[in-house]
Nanobody
């Protein structure tokens, strides 16, 4: 299984970016898939995720109402980020837990596969 994240860049506060994550390999239809981020000097934190069977979506409080997670039928995952703030600056990672359960959807340590990360920088 491989995950390839893209779409990061430099944007002014209030702007928008759309991150993409292309998944390849033998992936089952279940589990959790989502986005995490890590700012300099901080731990990796949950951003958004969805249940691959059923599509229920979950968001961190800090991004709720500004970010939207989505997917298409070709195993691709997206993160639309609007109203960006300087504190959103981080490396963003997509991650997959093929056997993940609902209660672990926000736990980075329980994801098995990770993309390489894409840097998002929001200037004030």
């Amino acid at each position: 299984v491989q995950l390839q994240a893209s779409g990061g860049g430099l944007v002014q506060a209030g702007g928008s970016l759309r991150l993409s994550c292309a998944a390849s390999g033998g992936i089952s239809s279940g589990g959790n898939i989502g986005w995490f981020r890590q700012a300099p000097g901080k731990e990796r934190e949950f951003v958004a995720a969805l249940r691959r069977s059923g599509g229920s979506k979950f968001y961190a409080d800090s991004v709720k109402g500004r970010f939207t997670i989505s997917r298409d039928n070709a195993k691709n995952l997206y993160l639309q980020m609007d109203s960006l703030k300087p504190e959103d600056t981080a490396v963003y990672y997509c991650a997959l837990a093929p056997r993940g359960i609902l209660s672990s959807i926000k736990s980075a340590s329980l994801y098995d596969y990770w993309g390489q990360g894409t840097l998002v920088t929001v200037s004030s």
